[in-house]
């Protein structure tokens, strides 16, 4: 699935690009999702039964289609993308899938030596996803066919995804652990290089960096910990390099949009309580800054925004809103 990288990830993206002009990119997206998650995502048979799932290779040269075990760093884009598709399909279930696919890439940092993901390895298929049971050896690579990394982003994007869209701050956490491991190996005295091996403790370097170390890797490591606000996802998508381009709906044709847009919070399991909002709000000069707030309409017919993180991040301009106060609960 990495060869085809741009193509899956341009479908969701395009569909906010444009914004309810059209569902033909969303409706091209599931059916898309469909097909790959029947056919793609495994979970992996490893060491402690890890509940998470990866995205393998489906050979086609045989009379009966066999999914492969393989495990590729540029493949690691796809918990983001399944993320962000779960915010447009309403979906609690693609939201879990997304967080598993991430999780599995998280796992590729956490059991190499370097603690740094190879970028092209194996693992064993779980022939029943429900009765996964580890049986073999070693630390569950069943063989490392490209052990260097290339600077690459696919795994910290991910990452940086979650955390805007469930604001759990465990995928900081996997982030911090990952960024470190990474400046460990990687850092010279003028820059960051590729690493040769990274299932060595102390792995050599090769004289090489490529541009989307500084274009998308480093990128998405400062917005995991920047404010939520900063190239928010309620307001930017962000193209296969990382470039944020402004969503559809701050066309003025478009501002009107559906409040269950922002319902993803209910899937995650650290917020829970009030019932999803269920009409449209018009609002020309409202900006929504932190994919944990949304809004509820309270018992006297006016707006009220509710808070379920830690930041107070509702920004107004002329419109009659109120900030929003940590902590704070609908009527």
């Known amino acids: 699935m990495s060869d085809v990288d741009s193509a899956f990830e341009y479908l969701p993206k395009t569909h906010l690009l444009h914004y309810r002009v059209s569902d033909q990119y969303l409706e091209m997206y599931r059916s898309a999702l469909a097909t790959v998650n029947k056919n793609l995502f495994f979970r992996p048979s490893l060491p402690g039964n890890p509940d998470i799932l990866m995205t393998g290779n489906l050979d086609?040269?045989?009379d009966s289609p066999?999914?492969?075990g393989q495990f590729q760093h540029l493949a690691c884009f796809v918990g983001g993308m399944v993320a962000l598709g779960s915010r447009l399909t309403k979906s609690a279930e693609e939201l879990e899938i997304a967080a598993k696919l991430t999780n599995g890439c998280v796992w590729g940092y956490d059991?190499?030596?370097s603690g740094i993901m190879p970028d092209f390895s194996h693992v064993l298929v779980c022939k029943d996803p429900?009765?996964?049971v580890w049986s073999g050896e070693g630390d569950g690579f069943i063989s490392v066919d490209d052990p260097s990394y290339q600077l690459r982003p696919e795994a910290i994007e991910s990452v940086f995804i979650m955390y805007r869209l469930t604001a759990d701050p465990i995928w900081m956490d996997k982030g911090?652990?990952?960024f470190k491991a990474i400046q460990k190996h990687t850092r010279t005295s003028i820059a960051n290089a590729r690493v040769v091996d990274v299932m060595q403790a102390w792995p050599t370097l090769e004289d090489s960096m490529e541009t989307f170390w500084l274009a998308e890797t480093l990128k998405y490591f400062y917005l995991l910990f920047s404010e939520p606000d900063l190239i928010s996802l309620d307001d930017y998508v962000f193209n296969t390099e990382a470039h944020p381009f402004r969503w559809g709906w701050h066309e003025p044709s478009?501002?009107?949009f559906h409040l269950l847009h922002f319902w993803h919070l209910q899937l995650s399991p650290i917020f829970r309580s009030p019932h999803p909002p269920s009409k449209f709000l018009e609002a020309d000069n409202l900006s929504v800054s932190d994919p944990s707030t949304f809004i509820l309409p309270n018992s006297g017919n006016q707006v009220q925004p509710i808070k379920l993180s830690s930041r107070s991040l509702i920004k107004t301009e002329s419109c009659n809103w109120k900030q929003v106060i940590d902590n704070s609960s609908p009527n």
Do not use: D, G, V
Request: include cysteine; proline fraction near 6%; hydrophobic fraction near 45%.
């Open 60 to 62: 086609m040269s045989k």
């Open 66 to 68: 066999a999914i492969e």
């Open 111 to 113: 059991n190499t030596p």
């Open 130 to 132: 429900a009765m996964c």
């Open 176 to 178: 911090w652990k990952m």
């Open 254 to 256: 478009l501002r009107k």
